[in-house]
């Protein structure tokens, strides 16, 4: 066991509270990993870290936390397993324990690639009343571009792909060697909330009633086999993101490919983000259709 190590910050990643430890302890990143994981050549997970039961071990005297709060409350393994199977939640938790070295994260869950993101607003206020700033978990949820405490843009701090790349473990409070200027965001409604509102319990729409939905306002229909999509439907969504979305635009190609596959249930291989629109999508046309008929 070691001697300290920090108290997590609330909304503070885990891999935030390592970068923190590893700053005031003026340790480099292979000796951080050494002290915590007993191995210098552990890669730590922006994201979801993995080996946390080994973590756990060296800091559980130091903390008053336990293990299965530390991953639910500082690590994005909530929002990640709100979209996946029960088989594979299994995985994953198997991964994050360390029990399951093979594990990598899909494409679709995001967090293939790091993406630092951080709120200057929030930055500075962390600065005044802590004298230290730290990656929130809320901020780094992928595709989430909007602080919603401050109603501004995420910035991402001027890091070297290689500083990123290599596999060092960067705090906040180094990273960010000036707060930038705020930059008002473009309407995102509600979307980045319902990111953080999953990441802390909140389900997102389930299969049986986004597939209800579909046939109710006639997004789709049941033949005797399969449901066949409107044709028409993959377009009104597409351009639904276009209008509403833009920073989603890169994922309007796979509209046609993915929305059939969630309407039938299998959620494998799909977006999360893409999920989230469609749901949008059909409570917006709920909303039309009860319009419609008080008129």
Not at 37 to 66: G, M, W
Request: charge should be positive; hydrophobic fraction near 35%.
């Amino acid at each position: 066991m070691i001697p300290y190590f920090p108290t997590p910050y609330p909304d503070e990643l885990l891999y935030s509270v390592i970068a923190r430890y590893s700053e005031h302890c003026n340790k480099s990143t292979s000796k951080t990993t050494s002290d915590l994981f007993q191995s210098n050549a552990e890669r730590v997970n922006f994201y979801c870290p993995k080996k946390v039961n080994v973590l756990f071990e060296n800091i559980r005297s130091t903390i008053r936390i336990d293990q299965e709060k530390l991953i639910a409350k500082h690590t994005l393994q909530p929002f990640v397993v709100a979209f996946a199977s029960p088989r594979r939640r299994e995985v994953i938790r198997q991964y994050m324990e360390g029990y399951n070295n093979d594990f990598t994260f899909a494409k679709t869950d995001g967090m293939h690639a790091y993406s630092f993101k951080y709120c200057p607003l929030c930055s500075t206020v962390d600065r005044q009343d802590l004298g230290e700033t730290y990656w929130r978990r809320s901020h780094n949820i992928p595709f989430v571009l909007s602080c919603t405490i401050h109603k501004c843009d995420l910035v991402q701090p001027a890091l070297s792909n290689r500083e990123m790349r290599d596999g060092n473990i960067l705090s906040a409070e180094a990273s960010l060697f000036r707060i930038t200027d705020v930059t008002k965001n473009f309407p995102l409604k509600n979307f980045d909330q319902r990111c953080i509102d999953i990441l802390n319990g909140a389900k997102p729409m389930d299969t049986q009633e986004i597939y209800r939905r579909s046939l109710e306002f006639g997004c789709a229909k049941k033949l005797t086999s399969r449901v066949v999509i409107n044709r028409n439907f993959i377009q009104d969504v597409r351009r639904y993101v276009d209008q509403n979305y833009p920073y989603l635009h890169h994922l309007s190609p796979l509209l046609a490919h993915q929305i059939p596959r969630i309407i039938n249930g299998n959620w494998g291989g799909v977006f999360p983000m893409i999920i989230l629109v469609l749901e949008d999508f059909l409570r917006e046309l709920e909303l039309q259709s009860k319009k419609t008929l008080k008129q």
